[in-house]
Each structure stands twice: as C-alpha cells, then as structure tokens.
C-alpha cells in the first residue's frame, strides 16, 4: 500500500486494503463507496445497486466517525489526508457525479488532477474559508 488515506476529524485509516472506502449518506441510508487510491483514477465500487445522476452531489461521511467529508475550500468538495512517509497532504475532490476533479495540497503547493480541475483554478487554498466562522484550514 502507497500511502495511508484518513479522515481529517478522527484521522481514522480509510484504504485498511487498498482501496478509499467511504460512507455515502443518501435517502436517509448509508451505503459503503469504494474509490480507487490512485490519484486522477474515477473508478468507483458501489454497495447495493446505487444509481447516480449527473451532476448530483453525494454525502461522504467517514466511516469511523460519521462526520461528513465535505471541504471547507468549497462546498462541492470533499476532502480526505494522505500520509505518505511522514507527511500529510490534503485530498480534496468533486462529490459532483460525472465531474471530474481531484486535488493534492502539500506545503504551499496545489496540483490538479482531471479534466475539471481548471474550473477550481480561483480557489484560495490555503486562505480563509469561504464559509462564515471556519476560519483558517
């Protein structure tokens, strides 16, 4: 395994295998979503038989804890750690289905992955939130 993925509340192992696995709150139900590990890879393993809408925006939830996932840089992302030999990166990613973004936030540097990712280029990563009381991320 390349790198430990966590929840950024209980920091709570998410790929205990290989694969990113998440709780999806839909329809007041959970159901486990699995992501594949590698960066800009949209492969997704649904429990049950989940149907999805374009444009529709999920609910991630850790699995350990419940808390949601959802990003403090934008409301439509979600956002996961990796570790990775010590350190700590941010995963943020489009909870939009069919949008295609992913990015990894180090120490003062963004890389973009996906063919959406252009649509974030405005966004203040390391600033203040966009969202009243969040303060610094």
């Known amino acids: ?44 393993h649904k429990s049950g038989n989940i149907h999805f809408e374009e444009g529709e925006v999920a609910e991630f939830l850790c699995p350990a804890c419940h808390v949601s996932l959802s990003s403090k840089v934008a409301g439509d992302l979600g956002e996961i750690l990796k570790e990775d030999d010590g350190i700590v990166t941010r995963i943020n990613f489009s ?15 963004v890389e973009g992955f996906g063919p959406d990712a252009p649509t974030y ?3 203040n990563w390391f600033g ?9 991320i």
């Open 1 to 44: 395994m390349r790198g430990s993925y966590l929840c950024p509340h209980c920091r709570a192992l998410l790929n205990p295998h290989e694969e990113i696995i998440l709780l999806l709150f839909r329809d007041d139900a959970k159901h486990l979503v699995a992501f594949s590990p590698r960066v800009g890879d949209y492969t997704i």
């Open 95 to 109: 909870r939009t289905y069919g949008k295609k973004a992913t990015f990894v936030i180090g120490e003062g540097e």
């Open 121 to 123: 280029q405005e966004m």
């Open 128 to 136: 203040e939130s966009r969202f009243p009381g969040e303060g610094q």
